[in-house]
């Protein structure tokens, strides 16, 4: 089992930044990668970034592109700048621990374990 728990979340106005991080425990040498997704009111479930984690190559969401950057070290972590207000959501960090594609890294049913959500809202 893998633990997962986010932090940083909050309130921000447009164009401001915020840094996400999420925490691992538990079995995390099962680990092949970590991603974040947000889910906003009334909508499903999308992805925003991964990153694999043995050489730390990285996947983006066309709509955050330039603007977020997924890194990790021991904790991953989602730096968002430029926010936009259809950026607020929950966001959702998560644990892949089976081999897989690196283009899969954008589907969440590939991954095993998800935090609890923290939540990030932006106003306009």
């Known amino acids: 089992q893998v633990q997962l728990v986010e932090s940083g979340g909050g309130l921000v106005q447009a164009g401001g930044s915020l840094r996400l991080s999420c925490a691992a425990s538990?079995?995390?040498?099962?680990?092949?990668?970590m991603g974040w997704f947000r889910q906003a009111p009334g909508k499903e479930r999308e992805f925003v970034a991964a990153?694999?984690?043995?050489?730390r190559s990285t996947l983006y969401a066309d709509s955050v592109k330039g603007r977020f950057t997924i890194s990790r070290d021991s904790t991953v972590y989602l730096q968002m700048n430029n926010l936009k207000p259809e950026d607020t959501a929950i966001y959702y960090c998560?644990?892949?621990?089976?081999?897989?594609?690196?283009?899969?890294?954008?589907?969440?049913?590939?991954?095993?374990?998800w935090g609890q959500g923290t939540q990030v809202t932006v106003s306009s």
């Open positions: 990153i694999w984690w043995s050489d």
């Open positions: 998560a644990a892949k621990s089976a081999w897989g594609a690196f283009s899969s890294l954008g589907m969440s049913r590939e991954y095993n374990y």
């Open positions: 538990g079995r995390t040498f099962t680990t092949y990668a």
